[in-house]
């Protein structure tokens, strides 16, 4: 089974520079999750998608932050200004179902200038 | 809502011990954990989880505890080896996403 895909796994800009990750979730898994992991804690959730619409983004900072997963398979996230703050990995998480065991992807490390 | 918490950073044993590692939760109705691994550079990998209604569950040199009086639980790592040496996270579910700990780095020398 193959498993989460990310893309890309590194990317350096500057900030107020936009930029966009990509996820391709596990084969069959209606449930997509984008996690932020700043160096030395563990993951946050940012966003939960069930199919194509959104379960949870109370934890994204929707001012700079959005996300589609538009035909239920794969997702964007997109940071439009980034911030300093915002170095961190990205990660990408695949159920099931909701209350199912996630499955993350490698993540995109992201560092801002 | 739920706060996990590990309650050492770091650990560091010698290969062929057993290694336990620890986590404290806040909320008394969670009823699902999940114990992830997480090498540097990838992402997170499932290692086992435990439901409320078990105060134990054993995998392949893995063990989770659950003490529900005192809100703990902990991992069980039997002989441990080099390719253990990671950063392990307890998590629990918020509504249906996840919510970490800070994670422990676990050092193994040989």
């Known amino acids: 089974e193959a498993g989460v895909a990310q893309s890309p796994r590194y990317k350096i800009i500057e900030k107020r520079q936009s930029v966009a990750f990509w996820c391709n979730p596990i084969?069959?898994?209606?449930?997509l999750y984008w996690y932020q992991q700043i160096l030395g804690q563990g993951p946050k959730l940012l966003i939960q998608?069930?199919?194509?619409?959104?379960?949870?983004d109370s934890q994204l900072p929707k001012d700079r932050f959005s996300a589609e997963r538009l035909k239920g398979v794969d997702s964007t996230l997109k940071i439009q200004p980034a911030k300093l703050e915002d170095s961190a990995v990205y990660l990408c998480?695949?159920?099931?179902?909701?209350?199912?065991?996630?499955?993350f992807g490698d993540g995109t490390r992201l560092s801002i200038l | 809502g739920e706060n996990v918490g590990l309650h050492l950073p770091t650990l560091s044993v010698q290969e062929g011990d057993n290694s336990i590692i620890n986590c404290a939760y806040s909320?008394?109705?969670?009823?699902?954990f999940i114990w992830y691994k997480q090498e540097s550079g990838k992402g997170p990998q499932f290692i086992i989880d435990?439901?409320?209604?078990?105060d134990k569950r054993q995998g392949q040199r893995v063990t989770v505890l659950l003490n529900k009086t005192v809100k703990h639980l902990s991992l069980q790592i039997a002989a441990t080896q080099p390719g253990d040496s990671a950063v392990y996270f307890c998590?629990?579910?918020?509504?249906?996403?996840?919510?970490f700990g800070k994670g422990t780095t676990l050092s193994v020398s040989s």
């Open positions: 084969s069959g898994h209606a449930t």
């Open positions: 435990i439901r409320s209604n078990m």
């Open positions: 909320n008394s109705a969670s009823d699902y």
């Open positions: 998608f069930q199919n194509n619409g959104v379960v949870d």
């Open positions: 998590a629990a579910p918020h509504r249906t996403a996840l919510i």
């Open positions: 998480a695949s159920s099931l179902s909701g209350n199912q065991p996630q499955h």
